[in-house]
């Protein structure tokens, strides 16, 4: 992280104080559901990886201290949980509403973690990189991620193409890109049909 990461780290957690204080004053605290999460987790870019063409724009980054987050609730939430679930940002909005006992729109595409039935086979991750998001003009990233391997995605003028392919189990530092391996041919084909239909959902937005 370092010292500029630290003095960050100190200032968000002193706003986070301000914030409850604020709240206990007005007397809505016993009323109220803090959440706190972030974009990425721990130690972003460690550890170090040789740079390629592909590496120079950290947004386009999915390792595993990309995509590790944290996830904090106040106070702590009763009822089932799974901590050994996968899940990913898309299913923040509709935990939220559950909590509020408020149902989701149904056009939300992700689920509420603390449903009972929720099940998820991967983590989600995307983006178009840095700037402004167009999906009709820049190129999409989608990162697919299952408890054995992950695999990131690159669409270009809608055409999709595997960039990296990681054995996390075997490779969890993820030196080892298998892109160009024939290894784990099922789940690169279930992990494809996945990303169709992502991207099929992306472009009905526009």
């Known amino acids: 992280g370092g010292f500029v990461y630290d003095l960050a780290v100190m200032h968000v957690d002193e706003e986070i104080g301000k914030f409850y204080k604020f709240l206990k004053k007005k007397g ?15 130690k972003a870019g460690f550890p170090p990886r040789p740079k390629t063409q592909l590496r120079t724009d950290l947004s ?15 106070p702590k939430l009763e009822g089932y949980f799974n901590e050994d679930k996968l899940s990913s940002h898309i299913d923040f909005a509709p935990t939220l509403l559950d909590i509020c006992k408020i149902n ?6 992700g689920n509420s ?16 990189g840095s700037g402004v998001c167009n999906v009709l003009t820049k190129n999409i990233y989608i990162c697919l991620r299952n408890k054995k391997i992950k695999i990131v995605y690159e669409i270009k003028n809608k055409k999709i193409s595997e960039r990296d392919v990681f054995d996390i189990v075997k490779d ?7 892109v160009k391996s024939e290894l784990y041919k ?3 084909k279930q992990f494809h049909n996945v990303v169709i239909n992502r991207l099929e959902n992306i472009y009905s937005y526009v």
């Open 60 to 74: 386009q980054q999915f390792y595993e201290e990309f995509l590790r987050v944290p996830l904090i609730f106040y």
């Open 104 to 109: 989701k729109n149904n056009k939300f595409k």
């Open 28 to 42: 809505i605290l016993d009323n109220t559901c803090i959440s706190i999460t972030s974009d990425h987790g721990l």
């Open 113 to 128: 973690i603390l449903d009972e039935n929720y099940q998820s086979h991967f983590v989600l991750a995307e983006n178009t």
């Open 172 to 178: 969890p530092n993820e030196f080892n890109n298998l």
């Open 186 to 188: 099922t789940e690169r």
